[in-house]
T-cell receptor, first 113, second 115 residues
Framework: DAGVIQSPRHEVTEMGQEVTLRCKPI?????LFWYRQTMMRGLELLIY????????DSGMPEDRFSAKMPNASFSTLKIQPSEPRDSAVYFC???????????FGQGTRLTVV | QQQVKQSPQSLIVQKGGISIINCAYE??????FPWYQQFPGKGPALLIA?????SEKKEGRFTISFNKSAKQFSLHIMDSQPGDSATYFC??????????????FGTGTLLAVQP
């Protein structure tokens, strides 16, 4: 298995633009997590899905952020409009039930200028 | 109650020494405590994990010690090697599988093992 696949690996965008981050979880996993990592705040859970349904989005910072999981093999995290303070590394992770181990992707480094 | 507090923020250890990283939690509902290792430019990867029914778990040079009454757990790296230099995160979650297994991470410890 190729593991959790995220794209793009790097994204540089201008403030105000829409940004879409993509994630393909490990086949057979039914939990998917989006995390944001910054030096100041560490690893923050933004949202997680179970069986494609959003279970907890309390970590989503504001309405500019939205996440979808249209099927078991694909998820997106969208920021519209983007702001410089959104600059961070965004990780997607997936896990299988009942195993609670989460496997992380390589991350997307987002820079908003 | 959802926080996991981790210390130290950074650690320098000589090759062959013991690295010790500590974490504390408040939510007694947590029942899964993993440690993740992250190298620069990579995502965190599971290193070792423990459940509260045991006080210690060892895998090779890595050991988790768990103190349920104190709500603390720690990672010990024996015979530390330069290749162990990375950022280490403790984490906690509630519920064995299902929809409640979101991980709450500590703030991370940057470990540097000097040759």
């Amino acid at each position: 298995d190729a593991g959790v696949i995220q794209s793009p690996r790097h994204e540089v965008t201008e403030m105000g633009q829409e940004v879409t981050l993509r994630c393909k979880p490990i086949s057979g996993h039914n939990s998917l997590f989006w995390y944001r990592q910054t030096m100041m705040r560490g690893l923050e859970l933004l949202i997680y899905f179970n069986n494609n349904v959003p279970i907890d989005d309390s970590g989503m910072p504001e309405d500019r952020f939205s996440a979808k999981m249209p099927n078991a093999s694909f998820s997106t995290l969208k920021i519209q409009p983007s702001e410089p303070r959104d600059s961070a590394v965004y990780f997607c992770a997936s896990g299988g039930t009942p195993n609670t181990e989460a496997f992380f992707g390589q991350g997307t480094r987002l820079t908003v200028v | 109650q959802q926080q996991v507090k981790q210390s130290p923020q950074s650690l320098i250890v000589q090759k062959g020494g013991i690295s010790i990283i500590n974490c504390a939690y408040e939510n007694t509902a947590f029942d899964y405590f993993p440690w993740y290792q992250q190298f620069p430019g990579k995502g965190p990867a599971l290193l070792i994990a423990i459940r509260p029914d045991v006080s210690e778990k060892k895998e090779g040079r890595f050991t988790i010690s768990f103190n349920k009454s104190a709500k603390q757990f720690s990672l010990h790296i024996m015979d530390s090697q330069p290749g162990d230099s990375a950022t280490y995160f403790c984490a906690a979650s509630r519920g064995y599988g299902g929809a409640t297994n979101k991980l709450i991470f500590g703030t991370g410890t940057l470990l540097a093992v000097q040759p």
